[in-house]
């Protein structure tokens, strides 16, 4: 598995973040667009699954597949690069500032918007024969979980803020240990096996990404689902990306970087042996 110590990986992780911050505009839109089109081609996968079997865990566990294809392309989702583009600046790399980290996430959720409502058109017209009939058993599945996952927080007022933007926390405390843990091994199979785990964790547990939702819940209005695009926005998407943004930035790239990167020197440093005495004859 050639397995990469965390101090080694840390380092690595503001490598990553520095080139995000430099990649041209170009390169940057055409990696979210294909992130988010791969991304949501997952999700319409893991619904169907679960639809076709009636057994969630099933989905969950074969959904990673499309977070393994668009990370081993080089691809770039928002939620990653909320927690690497940060700690360039914070490392005080030459020339990174948080004007280049703020265009590099503005860029990237362009492109991942973009891509998955991509998939979203394609994937409504698969489910309605080209929009001239009712959904099928999976779009009206997609249609469900948008009302309930907008309206349903609505209803609950702040409990259903506090609640969407937690469960964003905790998605992208997944994800982004997804991202890392894919460096700490150099061989495709360990990087796979080691991105699986999380991604499965946060699918399975109904945790909030803002990429996924970009693609459900557009393909929800399409499909005929009993929302607006206000109520995608204001109860869903707006607090997601918040919540995702402090999950992966805190929880992953804040801890990893104070501990593994700006180890404390030991508490053994400069500790002195006592001779030892004689043994008294």
Known sequence: MSYVTPQEFATKMIDAGEAKIFMSTKDTLIRAYMAGAILALAAAFAVTIAVNTGNFLVASILFPVGFC??????????????????????????????????????LVFAGNFAGALTTAVFMAII?????????????????????????GYAAAGWAGLLTVFIRAVM??????????????????SGKIMAMW?????????????????????????????????????????????VGNLVGGLTFVGGMIYATHYKTSPSRKAGYEKAPVAAPAE
Not at 171 to 188: D, E, I, L, R
Request: proline share 5%.
């Open 197 to 241: 785990m999380p991604i499965l964790v946060f699918f399975y547990l109904g945790f909030e990404h803002s990429i996924v939702n970009m693609f459900l819940f557009p393909s929800g209005i399409m499909l005929g689902g009993n929302f607006t695009w206000f109520d995608y926005f204001a109860y869903n998407e707006i607090p997601v990306v």
């Open 127 to 151: 489910f309605t024969m080209g929009f001239s009939q009712e959904p099928n058993a999976v779009g009206q599945k997609i249609g469900q979980i948008g009302e309930t996952r907008t309206l």
């Open 171 to 188: 998605c992208n405390w997944m994800v982004s240990t997804g991202v890392v843990a894919a460096m700490m091994s150099n061989s495709v």
């Open 69 to 106: 294809m668009l990370y081993l392309l080089g691809f770039d989702l928002l939620t990653g690069v909320f927690t690497l583009a940060p700690l360039a600046v914070i490392a005080k790399r030459p020339g990174c500032t948080w004007g280049g980290v703020f265009r590099n996430w503005g």
